[in-house]
């Protein structure tokens, strides 16, 4: 609270940079979590509500005419435009929101003050509703040849790894914490995916402190059980994620990567994956792409081109596929690394699960996934996602590259994947929100000392209960190609620019109608016909026993018929066929008075063009609380609007 | 028949024919005077039959004996074909390169083609101006059908009947073609219900460096606007373009001579520019190097979204001048047969409910585009792999095209048809058994007596067996306008012709078929629930006066 100077200011403009017309005069409020605009005199739907851990950065721009500009950039990439009439208020608001938007302590973030309607026992549960001990028996562990090992049981090992950690039965304690010493930040080979079909592995850990020359006993020992767990195979793969030179580069420092001479039977094998700060600076490049204002084509493709993101998505995609092909068609063991294990090891290792597991494309499992190779495995997530203020160079956008690897499968693979698109969105919200604890701290240890589980929730539960708006309404599970192994193309051309997480909140960008929802709406619809078809059926046989016996049962027939009349009484909602599902409401629309004998330039260009329908629409919050309206942006912007767009 | 001549070797065994993305087939490669057919003879493998008139370009390779020839089609893809023996090899190139390449009309295949389907309504006889005049003349009195080219004179490329103002006499509609490029007078295109609001199209004036003028033109546009309104007139050309102009003869309306009307200058590229813009994408989707950068940067040097886009806006601009300034609108660029047909056909799609039905659409190819006098013999001679000599052809019809699919995509539920639609359309003009593609314009159909000696193409696709596969699942009527986003990252690129040869589509189409299933299955159960109601309504009368005791 007291980094809040001003926490009111009033006749604040919101600006919509598409157009003109759509801006609102309003109520700006700063509280302790959210930033607040109420809109004036407009109806509902008009507050926006921006949670400050959300925010990445607030801009103060030259003054205009109207008055001092204030961009409040938010970690979804939604930008938001305020003009403030006074400068002092400006200046003020611009100093409290620049603290509050840069907590220092883990404190001080949403997730700690978060406080909905549960019970302990809810919390609880929200945290009991992913069990990763259930996982690995899902996929078949412990079983005769791995088992969990409890040396990590006080992070004593290794700091950033899980307490629990799968290992090949036959290794002894002495290999482990050998091979432990001989890995950058401790992080031994250890197992992260298993098929039981054939009893292949994907094995995870940090790069080895090769140097030039070093070779360790206990980590060749670890890499031939793991090789030997695996016994219909005779070698196994080790995958470096990193480009060569990076790789060799760092062997200068004492680290480097395992020398095939040294390890019996692996195959060594570099695939070029990026590093986190050219991650970084290429998503910058194109966040800056799809934030340009009424680009030309060509502008927009080549600074897509020249932002390398759509490159760095085919690189992690094409390493996935190389593993779980491994895996699937060879049946060979392949243990991955980079240089920590915990960003790029992490991205490869779950797009190999995704690819070679149908649980991982269920809701679910999507979930479990995240929580097991992600989070167990000591992403750094507040590192990685900024939560604090701290090493800007220690932030990229690791975990985002994972979700869109996820969301470009789902445009090759329309059936395969439980849930759509908006479930990765969701997610992408709350990793960085900071509004339940999952995703906060850098490891498990932190979280257990910060003790997250009695102070925060769980967001996994909370996801799950609002599945219904998170399915895929053309997911068929059965059929022969969504099993096993997906096989996707990695041509240029099949990776394309993600618009609903880049430009979310650009709104004229999107189709008007949404193939997904009205899909969604007659599923439900046909959902509640099977139910009623159900009934008339029960009522038409009740009638005719009725018929056939001559028996009089009162009180059912009452019950039964009352039951009937009252469904028929009720045709409007089916009479007439076919369901009213995508009937079009006409967007408001505001007085067409184009300037066409004005502005010359600016009539011609329909792209520029004010012709805009609606209201803006800010029901879309950036996270807010549980008891506002959609809260945590998960609603799709366009739902429940057609009509004109930008012409 | 004179195809003989030109098939040097009618017949080869042991062809393989290689395509990317099915099973190689082993068979008899066979020549007809239309067709090259491979076929493996055996009952559960795909035969070969590919129109002559669909081949693109070919090029031939030996290794030893085994001659290839790699055949590009006009529907962008390629096949190969492995042919043992050189003599055979090179004598079934240049036969194919013979028989894809004749020059007279007369000999293309739909003046042999017979349908083996009855022809139940003659897609020559369902679209007649008269019918679409009596629409509009029960919305307005101010239009009228003029016969004055009724023998093709006035206007060579226009159909013999036109509408245009009702006070304008044909004597000055004679006058008015005079000062238009090729005649192409300014005629009525499209009649706006909701406001009376029009759009009219024409040529070029033929204003000139000395600035002619021609009161009858002026008259005659004049007499489309209302006491005090002012119109738009929407030239495609940039201002430089139609500046330089001038010096051929041509140019553009001059404010002195049209004060009431205002001149926006938009910038769709001409033809020849078209055609490289084609070419050059289909080599960026066809390249195989598998390199991010390469590919964007091709996509992007190949300027086809940029076409995209610049001809959808100014489509978008046109539609916003009739239904939102309340204005009515002249388009045209130089000839009035490209980009001007592109702009008018867009912006009613836009505006029109009935142009996103089957039969809307239909009727807006015929009356737009067919009618309307695009050369389409001449834009589709070649496609996409043409190496020779260009002359005029370019993908004016396919961008046409890609701009409603990128309609169709941001409005999925407002069409009644499908990509499959377009896609269809796009192939049949370019190769195709049915006649309604031929020649230039009405003139020239007349002459070659298509309707008499070919099958339209709605004859065939109007056929409830084939319009099946062209519905869309997801279709409700939608009477509003629809103004599609026209931002670079609203604008896809059309895969379903462009990738069409390079992927897999099995997902996709498994997905497609899902989504009919599920609206297939909603109705069953509509239809279900509504007949149990009303049989159990029955049965309650009947049970009534056992009920109530």
Same mark, same amino acid.
């Given at each position: 609270?007291?980094?809040?100077?001003?926490?009111?200011?009033?006749?604040?403009?919101?600006?919509?940079?598409?157009?003109?017309?759509?801006?609102?005069?309003?109520?700006?409020?700063?509280?302790?979590?959210?930033?607040?605009?109420?809109?004036?005199?407009?109806?509902?739907?008009?507050?926006?509500?921006?949670?400050?851990?959300?925010?990445?950065?607030?801009?103060?721009?030259?003054?205009?005419?109207?008055?001092?500009?204030?961009?409040?950039?938010?970690?979804?990439?939604?930008?938001?435009?305020?003009?403030?009439?006074?400068?002092?208020?400006?200046?003020?608001?611009?100093?409290?929101?620049?603290?509050?938007?840069?907590?220092?302590?883990?404190?001080?973030?949403?997730?700690?003050?978060?406080?909905?309607?549960?019970?302990? &026992?809810?919390?609880?549960?929200?945290?009991?509703?992913?069990?990763?001990?259930?996982?690995?028996?899902?996929?078949?562990?412990?079983?005769?040849?791995?088992?969990?090992?409890?040396?990590?049981?006080?992070?004593?090992?290794?700091?950033?790894?899980?307490?629990?950690?799968?290992?090949?039965?036959?290794?002894?304690?002495?290999?482990?914490?050998?091979?432990?010493?001989?890995?950058?930040?401790?992080?031994?080979?250890?197992?992260?995916?298993?098929?039981?079909?054939?009893?292949?592995?994907?094995?995870?850990?940090?790069?080895?402190?090769?140097?030039?020359?070093?070779?360790?006993?206990e980590d060749e020992q670890m890499l031939q059980a793991i090789m030997k767990s695996n016994p219909g195979s005779r070698f196994m793969y080790v995958v470096d994620t990193r480009p060569k030179l990076?790789?060799?580069?760092?062997?200068? &420092?004492?680290?480097?990567?395992?020398?095939?001479?040294?390890?019996?039977?692996?195959?060594?094998?570099?695939?070029?994956?990026?590093?986190?700060?050219?991650?970084?600076?290429?998503?910058?490049?194109?966040?800056?792409?799809?934030?340009?204002?009424?680009?030309?084509?060509?502008?927009?493709?080549?600074?897509?081109?020249?932002?390398?993101?759509?490159?760095?998505?085919?690189?992690?995609?094409?390493?996935?596929?190389?593993?779980?092909?491994?895996?699937?068609?060879?049946?060979?063991?392949?243990?991955?690394?980079?240089?920590?294990?915990?960003?790029?090891?992490?991205?490869?290792?779950?797009?190999?699960?995704?690819?070679?597991?149908?649980?991982?494309?269920?809701?679910?499992?999507?979930?479990?996934?995240?929580?097991?190779?992600?989070?167990?495995?000591?992403?750094?997530?507040?590192?990685?996602?900024?939560?604090?203020?701290?090493?800007?160079?220690?932030?990229?956008?690791?975990?985002?590259?994972?979700?869109?690897?996820?969301?470009?499968?789902?445009?090759?693979?329309?059936?395969?994947?439980?849930?759509?698109?908006?479930?990765?969105?969701?997610?992408?919200?709350?990793?960085?929100?900071?509004?339940?604890?999952?995703?906060?701290?850098?490891?498990?240890?932190?979280?257990?000392?910060?003790?997250?589980?009695?102070?925060?929730?769980?967001?996994?539960?909370?996801?799950?209960?609002?599945?219904?708006?998170?399915?895929?309404?053309?997911?068929?599970?059965?059929?022969?190609?969504?099993?096993?192994?997906?096989?996707?193309?990695? &041509?240029?051309?099949?990776?394309?620019?993600?618009?609903?997480?880049?430009?979310?909140?650009?709104?004229?960008?999107?189709?008007?109608?949404?193939?997904?929802?009205?899909?969604?709406?007659?599923?439900?619809?046909?959902?509640?016909?099977?139910?009623?078809?159900?009934?008339?059926?029960?009522?038409?046989?009740?009638?005719?026993?009725?018929?056939?016996?001559?028996?009089?049962?009162?009180?059912?027939?009452?019950?039964?018929?009352?039951?009937?009349?009252?469904?028929?009484?009720?045709?409007?909602?089916?009479?007439?066929?076919?369901?009213?599902?995508?009937?079009?409401?006409?967007?408001?629309?505001?007085?067409?008075?184009?300037?066409?004998?004005?502005?010359?330039?600016?009539?011609?260009?329909?792209?520029?063009?004010?012709?805009?329908?609606?209201?803006?629409?800010?029901?879309?919050?950036?996270?807010?609380?549980?008891?506002?309206?959609?809260?945590?942006?998960?609603?799709?912007?366009?739902?429940?609007?057609?009509?004109?767009?930008?012409? | 028949?004179?195809?003989?001549?030109?098939?040097?070797?009618?017949?080869?065994?042991?062809?393989?024919?290689?395509?990317?993305?099915?099973?190689?087939?082993?068979?008899?490669?066979?020549?007809?005077?239309?067709?090259?057919?491979?076929?493996?003879?055996?009952?559960?493998?795909?035969?070969?039959?590919?129109?002559?008139?669909?081949?693109?370009?070919?090029?031939?390779?030996?290794?030893?004996?085994?001659?290839?020839?790699?055949?590009?089609?006009? !529907?962008?893809?390629?096949?190969?074909?492995?042919?043992?023996?050189?003599?055979?090899?090179?004598?079934?190139?240049?036969?194919?390169?013979?028989?894809?390449?004749?020059?007279?009309?007369?000999?293309?295949?739909?003046? *042999?083609?017979?349908?083996?389907?009855?022809?139940?309504?003659?897609?020559?006889?369902?679209?007649?101006?008269?019918?679409?005049?009596?629409?509009?003349?029960?919305?307005?009195?101010?239009?009228?059908?003029?016969?004055?080219?009724?023998? *093709?004179?006035?206007?060579?490329?226009?159909?013999?009947?036109?509408?245009?103002?009702?006070?304008?006499?044909?004597?000055?509609?004679?006058?008015?073609?005079?000062?238009?490029?090729?005649?192409?007078?300014?005629?009525?295109?499209?009649?706006?219900?909701?406001?009376?609001?029009?759009?009219?199209?024409?040529?070029?004036?033929?204003?000139?460096?000395?600035?002619?003028?021609?009161?009858?033109?002026?008259?005659?546009?004049?007499?489309?606007?209302?006491?005090?309104?002012?119109?738009?007139?929407?030239?495609?050309?940039?201002?430089?373009?139609?500046?330089?102009?001038?010096?051929?003869?041509?140019?553009?309306?001059?404010?002195?001579?049209?004060?009431?009307?205002?001149?926006?200058?938009?910038?769709?590229?001409?033809?020849?520019?078209?055609? @490289?813009?084609?070419?050059?994408?289909?080599?960026?989707?066809?390249?195989?190097?598998?390199?991010?950068?390469?590919?964007?940067?091709?996509?992007?040097?190949?300027?086809?979204?940029?076409?995209?886009?610049?001809?959808?806006?100014?489509?978008?601009?046109?539609?916003?001048?009739? @239904?939102?300034?309340?204005?009515?609108?002249?388009?045209?660029?130089?000839?009035?047969?490209?980009?001007?047909?592109?702009?008018?056909?867009?912006?009613?799609?836009?505006?029109?409910?009935?142009?996103?039905?089957?039969?809307?659409?239909?009727?807006?190819?015929?009356?737009?585009?067919?009618?309307?006098?695009?050369?389409?013999?001449?834009?589709?001679?070649?496609?996409?792999?043409?190496?020779?000599?260009?002359?005029?052809?370019?993908?004016?019809?396919?961008? *046409?095209?890609?701009?409603?699919?990128?309609?169709?995509?941001?409005?999925?539920?407002?069409?009644?048809?499908?990509?499959?639609?377009?896609?269809?359309?796009?192939?049949?003009?370019?190769?195709?058994?049915?006649?309604?593609?031929?020649?230039?314009?009405?003139?020239?159909?007349?002459?070659?007596?298509?309707?008499?000696?070919?099958?339209?193409?709605?004859?065939?696709?109007?056929?409830?067996?084939?319009?099946?596969?062209?519905?869309?699942?997801?279709?409700?009527?939608?009477?509003?306008?629809?103004?599609?986003?026209?931002?670079?990252?609203?604008?896809?690129?059309?895969?379903?012709? *462009?990738?069409?040869?390079?992927?897999?589509?099995?997902?996709? !189409?498994?997905?497609?078929?899902?989504?009919?299933?599920?609206?297939?299955?909603?109705?069953?159960?509509?239809?279900?629930?509504?007949?149990?109601?009303?049989?159990?309504?029955?049965?309650?009368?009947?049970?009534?006066?056992?009920?109530?005791?």
């Amino acid at each position: 609270m007291e980094h809040i100077r001003m926490p009111k200011v009033e006749h604040v403009r919101l600006v919509d940079r598409s157009s003109s017309r759509r801006t609102q005069v309003g109520t700006l409020y700063l509280t302790a979590t959210h930033t607040i605009f109420v809109g004036k005199g407009s109806e509902d739907r008009n507050d926006l509500w921006v949670l400050h851990s959300l925010v990445c950065n607030v801009v103060k721009h030259k003054a205009s005419q109207s008055g001092y500009p204030l961009l409040i950039i938010c970690k979804n990439f939604q930008v938001i435009r305020f003009i403030i009439p006074q400068e002092s208020d400006c200046h003020d608001v611009y100093i409290s929101l620049s603290r509050l938007s840069r907590p220092e302590k883990y404190e001080e973030l949403y997730c700690f003050s978060f406080n909905p309607n549960v019970d302990k &026992a809810e919390r609880e549960h929200s945290w009991d509703f992913l069990d990763l001990k259930a996982e690995y028996s899902r996929m078949g562990l412990p079983n005769k040849l791995w088992h969990v090992n409890p040396i990590n049981r006080e992070y004593r090992v290794c700091d950033t790894y899980p307490a629990d950690l799968f290992v090949p039965k036959s290794v002894t304690l002495p290999v482990i914490v050998g091979s432990s010493k001989f890995r950058s930040r401790g992080r031994f080979p250890t197992l992260s995916y298993y098929c039981k079909e054939n009893h292949a592995t994907i094995c995870r850990s940090s790069q080895p402190l090769s140097g030039f020359s070093a070779r360790c006993l206990e980590d060749e020992q670890m890499l031939q059980a793991i090789m030997k767990s695996n016994p219909g195979s005779r070698f196994m793969y080790v995958v470096d994620t990193r480009p060569k030179l990076n790789a060799m580069a760092n062997r200068a &420092a004492g680290k480097g990567y395992e020398n095939e001479d040294n390890y019996c039977n692996i195959k060594f094998q570099f695939i070029g994956i990026e590093n986190i700060h050219v991650m970084r600076n290429s998503q910058q490049k194109l966040i800056e792409v799809s934030a340009l204002h009424s680009p030309s084509m060509g502008e927009f493709l080549t600074g897509l081109e020249n932002s390398d993101w759509l490159r760095h998505i085919k690189s992690i995609m094409e390493a996935g596929l190389f593993i779980s092909k491994a895996v699937a068609e060879e049946g060979v063991s392949v243990l991955v690394h980079c240089s920590d294990g915990w960003d790029r090891t992490a991205q490869v290792c779950s797009v190999a699960s995704v690819l070679l597991d149908p649980y991982y494309r269920t809701l679910k499992g999507l979930m479990v996934l995240i929580e097991k190779d992600w989070v167990s495995f000591g992403h750094m997530f507040s590192h990685r996602c900024g939560h604090l203020i701290g090493e800007a160079k220690e932030v990229s956008p690791v975990i985002d590259q994972f979700l869109e690897c996820v969301w470009q499968l789902m445009e090759q693979f329309p059936c395969a994947f439980e849930y759509n698109e908006k479930f990765l969105i969701s997610i992408h919200i709350h990793i960085y929100s900071c509004h339940y604890g999952n995703f906060i701290c850098n490891s498990q240890k932190e979280r257990k000392d910060l003790c997250i589980k009695e102070k925060a929730h769980s967001v996994w539960l909370h996801l799950w209960e609002k599945k219904l708006d998170f399915m895929n309404p053309l997911f068929k599970p059965d059929q022969s190609q969504n099993q096993g192994l997906l096989r996707p193309s990695t &041509a240029p051309y099949c990776f394309k620019y993600w618009r609903r997480l880049y430009n979310r909140f650009d709104r004229e960008l999107h189709p008007r109608q949404s193939e997904l929802d009205c899909l969604m709406t007659v599923k439900e619809e046909t959902q509640k016909l099977e139910e009623e078809l159900a009934l008339y059926e029960q009522v038409k046989c009740q009638i005719f026993n009725f018929h056939l016996h001559k028996v009089f049962l009162f009180n059912f027939s009452d019950h039964v018929f009352s039951a009937y009349t009252s469904l028929a009484n009720t045709p409007q909602d089916y009479i007439g066929g076919a369901p009213n599902v995508f009937t079009l409401q006409q967007g408001e629309r505001e007085s067409a008075e184009l300037c066409l004998f004005g502005d010359q330039t600016k009539s011609s260009d329909a792209d520029n063009s004010d012709q805009e329908s609606g209201v803006a629409d800010f029901s879309s919050h950036s996270s807010g609380e549980e008891s506002l309206p959609s809260e945590d942006s998960v609603k799709d912007p366009d739902s429940d609007e057609t009509g004109p767009n930008r012409a | 028949m004179e195809f003989a001549e030109l098939i040097k070797t009618p017949r080869v065994d042991g062809v393989v024919l290689r395509r990317p993305f099915m099973p190689t087939v082993e068979g008899t490669l066979c020549l007809t005077g239309h067709h090259l057919i491979l076929s493996s003879r055996q009952d559960n493998t795909e035969e070969l039959w590919l129109l002559h008139a669909n081949i693109d370009s070919t090029e031939k390779r030996f290794v030893g004996s085994l001659g290839t020839i790699i055949v590009k089609c006009k !529907d962008l893809r390629v096949i190969q074909l492995d042919i043992p023996g050189m003599e055979e090899c090179l004598n079934i190139a240049s036969s194919i390169e013979a028989l894809s390449t004749l020059d007279s009309v007369s000999l293309m295949y739909p003046f *042999f083609y017979r349908p083996l389907f009855e022809v139940i309504e003659d897609g020559w006889q369902s679209f007649v101006p008269e019918e679409s005049f009596k629409d509009l003349e029960s919305m307005t009195d101010e239009w009228r059908l003029s016969e004055v080219n009724k023998d *093709f004179s006035v206007c060579p490329s226009y159909p013999s009947l036109l509408t245009v103002p009702r006070d304008i006499d044909d004597e000055s509609l004679c006058k008015a073609a005079s000062f238009r490029h090729g005649g192409r007078f300014p005629v009525l295109s499209y009649y706006h219900k909701k406001n009376g609001m029009v759009i009219m199209r024409a040529a070029q004036p033929l204003t000139g460096t000395n600035g002619r003028r021609c009161k009858e033109d002026e008259k005659l546009i004049n007499a489309t606007l209302c006491a005090g309104k002012r119109g738009y007139i929407i030239d495609t050309r940039t201002i430089a373009v139609a500046q330089q102009a001038k010096a051929r003869g041509g140019g553009f309306e001059q404010e002195a001579n049209y004060p009431q009307w205002r001149r926006i200058h938009k910038a769709i590229e001409r033809s020849n520019v078209l055609q @490289d813009s084609l070419i050059k994408l289909v080599e960026a989707c066809n390249d195989q190097s598998h390199s991010m950068d390469r590919w964007l940067s091709k996509l992007e040097a190949s300027n086809w979204q940029s076409n995209v886009k610049e001809i959808l806006t100014t489509a978008c601009l046109a539609a916003q001048c009739i @239904d939102r300034e309340g204005a009515s609108v002249l388009v045209h660029g130089t000839e009035g047969t490209d980009s001007t047909l592109q702009v008018t056909s867009l912006a009613q799609i836009i505006l029109d409910p009935a142009c996103r039905t089957i039969r809307g659409f239909e009727v807006l190819i015929e009356r737009e585009w067919l009618q309307a006098g695009h050369p389409f013999q001449q834009r589709c001679a070649q496609s996409a792999y043409s190496n020779g000599k260009l002359r005029s052809e370019a993908p004016v019809f396919l961008l *046409f095209l890609d701009c409603v699919w990128q309609i169709l995509r941001q409005f999925p539920c407002s069409f009644q048809f499908n990509e499959n639609l377009l896609i269809m359309l796009f192939e049949h003009a370019y190769a195709s058994q049915f006649g309604t593609f031929l020649g230039n314009c009405v003139a020239e159909r007349g002459k070659l007596q298509l309707s008499q000696k070919t099958v339209s193409l709605w004859s065939w696709v109007n056929r409830p067996q084939e319009l099946e596969r062209f519905l869309n699942p997801l279709y409700e009527p939608n009477n509003l306008v629809i103004w599609p986003s026209v931002a670079p990252q609203s604008l896809l690129l059309w895969e379903g012709v *462009f990738l069409r040869w390079n992927r897999s589509t099995k997902c996709l !189409d498994e997905a497609y078929q899902e989504m009919v299933h599920i609206i297939e299955y909603n109705k069953e159960l509509q239809n279900k629930v509504n007949s149990l109601r009303r049989q159990l309504a029955q049965l309650e009368t009947e049970d009534s006066p056992l009920q109530t005791p």
